[in-house]
């Protein structure tokens, strides 16, 4: 299904870089894809915009480029990512995961992905305007986890944990099986559509949630089910694990430190699977997220 006509997509704009990078001297045409790549909307595929380029033989060039694009696109966005920081929001979550998830499944299509979100987000909803009267921020938790986990089956892949698919939304969202890291994602997105107050928690060996609300706090395991955890547990885990207790594990993740904490995740199975070409392009988006201030290339 095409995606043209994005509000933020100008296939005039398109076309004129077009042209401008058909004419240029070599040395300026790297410089111009950038560009137009930076004028894709994350949310429309690269071969959506080629397709809105009227002009047939630009429109074929733009085709021909396509993976340049496809590359820049991810670059420009995650550079963009690192100017930001460690922000206190999630604002920037959904463009980034959707963005590393194109790296391991360059055909999947964003409006799918948006619709079982908001899918999942409104059934939410409509549970907690069902026990409106008595909603408690206990209770939204509940609903959540138990819509999440009980009702759509998202779950831990215990028996093919080190499969990289596990790693990007496009899957997850398919399978409903993933990472602690992923499934957070998910759980994620979902609050955000519901504007609830659901943060990711960098705990080592095993991504967790926190809900902090003023009246009620805990943490959440999306891995094991949704199951609701307190404090004490969490630093007993780490005991166990050998790791020293202190706050910075504890402290809210930011999009930034997500995203290159899935883009390690992923260079540690790759290794393991001896898939050099997918460790390379992942290495290469962590050397953007880990850099502030060299522009991508």
């Not at 410089?31 to 930076?38: G, V």
Request: aromatic letters at 10%; hydrophobic letters at 35%.
């Amino acid at each position: 299904m095409a995606q043209g006509h994005h509000p933020n997509f100008s296939a005039d704009d398109i076309t004129r870089l077009l042209y401008d990078w058909e004419i240029a001297p070599s040395e300026k045409k790297r410089f111009l894809l950038k560009m137009i790549a930076s004028r894709i909307p994350w949310q429309m595929s690269v071969e959506d915009a080629a397709e809105e380029v009227k002009d047939p033989f630009l429109r074929v060039q733009a085709r021909n480029i396509g993976p340049e694009l496809f590359r820049h696109r991810i670059r420009h966005s995650f550079y963009k990512l690192t100017l930001r920081g460690n922000t206190g929001h999630y604002k920037d979550l959904e463009e980034s995961v959707v963005q590393l998830s194109s790296l391991g499944f360059p055909n999947q299509s964003y409006m799918e992905m948006k619709k079982e979100l908001d899918r999942i987000a409104l059934r939410i909803s409509e549970l907690f305007d069902e026990h409106s009267s008595h909603l408690t921020e206990e209770m939204k938790v509940q609903i959540l986890c138990q819509v999440l986990y009980q009702e759509e089956g998202f779950v831990g892949n215990i028996q093919n944990y080190n499969d990289p698919s596990n790693s990007y939304l496009q899957h997850v969202l398919k399978s409903r099986l993933g990472i602690p890291i992923s499934l957070s994602v998910v759980y994620l997105l979902v609050a955000q559509r519901l504007g609830l107050p659901l943060y990711g928690t960098n705990l080592p060996l095993h991504f967790l949630l926190q809900y902090e609300s003023g009246s009620y706090f805990t943490y959440i395991d999306p891995f094991h089910g949704g199951v609701l955890l307190d404090r004490f547990t969490c630093e007993k885990f780490l005991e166990a694990n050998g790791y020293p207790l202190s706050p910075k594990y504890f402290t809210k993740a930011s999009t930034l430190s997500m995203i290159k904490r899935m883009c390690r995740n992923l260079i540690h199975i790759y290794r393991e699977k001896q898939s050099k070409e997918m460790e390379t392009l992942i290495k290469d988006q962590l050397s953007i997220l880990e850099s502030r201030s060299t522009p991508a290339e």
